[in-house]
């Protein structure tokens, strides 16, 4: 049984966490299953923007993408599968990295939700002030 050789990028964003694993392929998108097609189909923005790091490195046509992605909206594992690819894709082509660090795909965003904090509404939501 021979085993197809992959490489493989983790991708978070918010709280959603993207586990990708890019083999050579035909350009088939995977995502928990279901065609990248089908599980975004609410909002096909989001879809061109998942291929975003394949279409910059010109590699649509050469890797399949699996990904298993948790939590999280759609806009958060949309983001942590694009940093995800990109990561996998440094693993087979260490020379597109200056490629897609100029686009900005290597960095992950940092910015989380902050906690709701004790007498406010939420994190940062108060009570109105009254004078009297």
Request: aromatic share 4%.
């Amino acid at each position: 049984m021979a085993t197809k050789k992959y490489s493989y990028g983790l991708g978070r964003r918010k709280s959603a966490i993207a586990r990708v694993r890019i083999t050579k392929g035909k350009g088939e998108i995977t995502i928990n299953g279901k065609s990248a097609e089908k599980y975004l189909s609410e909002n096909k923005a989001l879809l061109a923007e998942i291929t975003d790091p394949l279409a910059i490195a010109s590699k649509q046509k050469d890797y399949d993408v699996s990904v298993r992605v948790s939590s999280g909206g759609l806009s958060g594992q949309v983001d942590a599968i694009k940093l995800a690819i990109s990561k996998a894709l440094l693993l087979e082509a260490a020379d597109l990295r200056p490629v897609l660090k100029k686009a900005g795909l290597l960095k992950r965003d940092p910015r989380e939700k902050e906690r709701k904090h004790y007498g406010l509404r939420s994190a940062r939501k108060r009570e109105q002030f009254s004078k009297r």
